[in-house]
Nanobody, 126 residues
Framework: QVQLVESGGGSVQAGGSLRLSCAASGYDFSLYYMGWFRQAPGKEREGVAFNYRLGGVTSYADSVKGRFTVSRDSAKNTFDLQMDSLKPEDTAMYYC???????????????????WGQGTQVTVSS
């Protein structure tokens, strides 16, 4: 059974940094595609970053390119999101996601993903 547990959320001022971590268990981490999503109140869940299987490419949403970086540790089964130069518009609940088959060009759509964590809140104040 796939389990994803996020941690690392919190409150920070604009320009600050946070690092989110997703601990994965119950499956072969190396076989799955991993992603980070976020959802602000009243808005749809949107893809932030997408990591292909180990050794593969990472894609980012235009709104976070150059500020957010993902990393994947196969020894620890963790998938982290380093967020720098945070802006108030980054405020949202952040979710880790996993899927066995590549979501391809649909990676930013939540419906393309099968497994989700419970989320961790990120609040950026101006």
């Amino acid at each position: 059974q796939v389990q994803l547990v996020e941690s690392g959320g919190g409150s920070v001022q604009a320009g600050g940094s946070l690092r989110l971590s997703c601990a994965a268990s119950g499956y072969d981490f190396s076989l799955y595609y991993m992603g980070w999503f976020r959802q602000a109140p009243g808005k749809e869940r949107e893809g932030v970053a997408f990591n292909y299987r180990l050794g593969g490419v990472t894609s980012y949403a235009d709104s976070v390119k150059g500020r957010f970086t993902v990393s994947r540790d196969s020894a620890k089964n963790t998938f982290d999101l380093q967020m720098d130069s945070l802006k108030p518009e980054d405020t949202a609940m952040y979710y880790c996601a996993a899927v066995l088959s590549s979501p391809g060009d649909s990676w930013q759509h939540a419906t393309a993903w099968d497994f989700w964590g419970q989320g961790t809140q990120v609040t950026v104040s101006s």
